[in-house]
């Protein structure tokens, strides 16, 4: 059964940083695509970040370029999202998802996402 | 980049009434085209992807059409079970980038 398990979210200050992490399993993690795609409290779903399943390609959304960092560790079957400089409008739920292997337009399967909240 | 424009954002209609939702893309996407179901507190759920095709395990009273620029969501038959927001998502590669609709809250009458 496929699996992906956020953890690392929480309550941090404006300017703070945190670290997301994703545990794939149930699947050949290292074969697949990953992203994050994140919801503000409320609000509708938007795409945050895109890497590739060697980790060699990387894409960002606009509104988290030069703050957010996204990476995998193939032999852990882990994807993590490293945010700096946060700001209020960062406060969402985290969700990673992977991407179908055959189509590549599509999230096949998500996580039950992690909240980060940004607030002094 | 592409922009998606998704209505309504919500509408209440009753148990087994046809209920359509529709979204339109700025630009030609072809058809990568995917939508999606949202219950509170869960994550979304894949329920047709490029256009029209159903995912595995999804019910038979989801359907989806279109093509270009212009794409229809429809629940043939509402159910109780069904209440939930819907999104739709297009996926473009050049430069790669996702974007998603708006949502549609779909509620019991």
């Known amino acids: 059964e496929v699996q992906l398990v956020e953890s690392g979210g929480g309550l941090v200050q404006p300017g703070g940083s945190l670290r997301l992490s994703c545990a794939a399993s149930?699947?050949?993690?290292?074969?697949?695509?990953m992203n994050w795609v994140r919801q503000a409290p409320g609000k509708g779903l938007e795409w945050v970040s895109y890497?590739?399943?060697?980790?060699?390609?990387?894409y960002y959304a606009d509104s988290v370029k030069g703050r957010f960092t996204i990476s995998r560790d193939n032999a852990k079957n882990s994807l993590y999202l490293q945010m700096n400089s946060l700001r209020a409008e960062d406060t969402a739920v985290y969700y990673c998802a992977r991407v179908n292997a055959y189509s590549g337009s599509y999230f096949d399967y998500w996580g039950q996402g992690t909240l980060v909240t940004v607030s002094s | 980049d592409i922009q998606m424009t998704q209505s309504p954002s919500s509408l209440s209609a009753s148990v087994g009434d046809r209920v359509t939702i529709t979204c339109q893309a700025s630009q030609d996407i072809s058809n990568y085209l995917n939508w999606y179901q949202q219950k509170p507190g869960k994550a979304p759920k894949l329920l047709i992807y490029d256009a029209s095709n159903l995912e595995t395990g999804v019910p038979s009273r989801f359907s989806g059409s279109g093509s270009g620029t212009d794409f229809t969501f429809t629940i043939s038959s509402l159910q109780p079970e069904d209440i939930a927001t819907y999104y739709c998502q297009q996926y473009d590669n050049l430069p790669p980038r996702v974007t998603f609709g708006g949502g549609t809250k779909v509620e019991i009458k």
């Open positions: 890497i590739s399943s060697s980790g060699s390609t990387i």
């Open positions: 149930g699947f050949t993690f290292s074969s697949y695509e």
